[in-house]
């Protein structure tokens, strides 16, 4: 069952959500403060996070941090009543996947955490391959959602390690927006063809020599993406 740290101060929000994702399958571990939550990351590791932002000693954004430099593994969505555009900016800066503003359907919320587990599988899966891959100027570990560049690590979103994952993959060849769009986000989600482009911007900031005139990551009008093989 995905392990899921669940971030909640409400006491009946707490308790109706922590009912629901353990009748959905899940295995939630419900703490109600900042304290709770960073004893529950030193105890446990999880596949999932839901936090809330406002919290009696603290935030919810702080354990954004920790879990990203503990457990980068770890998706995060964040569930909460602090819904301005400068919190959700915020929010998915720390490389949160979701943004999720109270009050909200249950069911939305099933679907988005769906979302985002179906790229967390297709991260993890055959991690058979080399430990680390080489594109362009970064060396990358997807299992650990992170690249190095010169010595300086930097982590990826599950959205960002799943594309670059897909482009690498299948290295060589156009992936269509489609196959992105069906991969990296779904229907639900509503992306926006300038929403890939952002995606795809901050990977070239990553892998690229040049990111002004990029040579890896090429675009192909009207179809989607290529990443270029390199000489070995």
């Not at 006491?11 to 959500?17: A, D, E, M, R």
């Not at 939630?28 to 936090?51: E, G, I, T």
Request: glycine share 6%; net charge negative.
């Amino acid at each position: 069952m995905p392990k899921v740290l669940l971030l909640e101060d409400e006491l009946n929000v707490g308790s109706t959500l922590k009912d629901r994702l353990t009748h959905e399958g899940f295995e939630p571990v419900w703490a109600q403060s900042l304290s709770q939550a960073k004893s529950a990351l030193v105890s446990d590791k999880f596949n999932l996070a839901l936090l809330d932002v406002n919290l009696p000693d603290g935030n919810g954004f702080d354990v954004a941090r920790l879990i990203r430099s503990t457990q980068p593994g770890t998706a995060i969505v964040f569930l909460t009543a602090a819904g301005t555009p400068e919190d959700r900016i915020h929010g998915l800066e720390l490389g949160a996947e979701d943004y999720i503003v109270k009050p909200f359907h249950f069911k939305e919320l099933l679907l988005r955490i769906q979302n985002v587990m179906k790229r967390a599988r297709f991260v993890e899966a055959d991690q058979s391959g080399p430990r680390e891959v080489r594109i362009g100027r970064a060396s990358v570990s997807f299992s650990e959602y992170q690249l190095v560049i010169e010595g300086s690590k930097h982590q990826l979103s599950h959205k960002e390690c799943a594309l670059l994952k897909l482009l690498f993959e299948k290295r060589g060849q156009v992936v269509s927006r489609d196959e992105i769009l069906n991969l990296v986000w779904s229907e639900d989600e509503y992306p926006t063809p300038r929403t890939i482009d952002n995606f795809i911007l901050r990977l070239r900031r990553f892998i690229e020599p040049d990111p002004e005139n990029p040579l890896l990551i090429r675009s192909v009008r009207g179809v989607g993406y290529i990443l270029e093989k390199e000489s070995p």
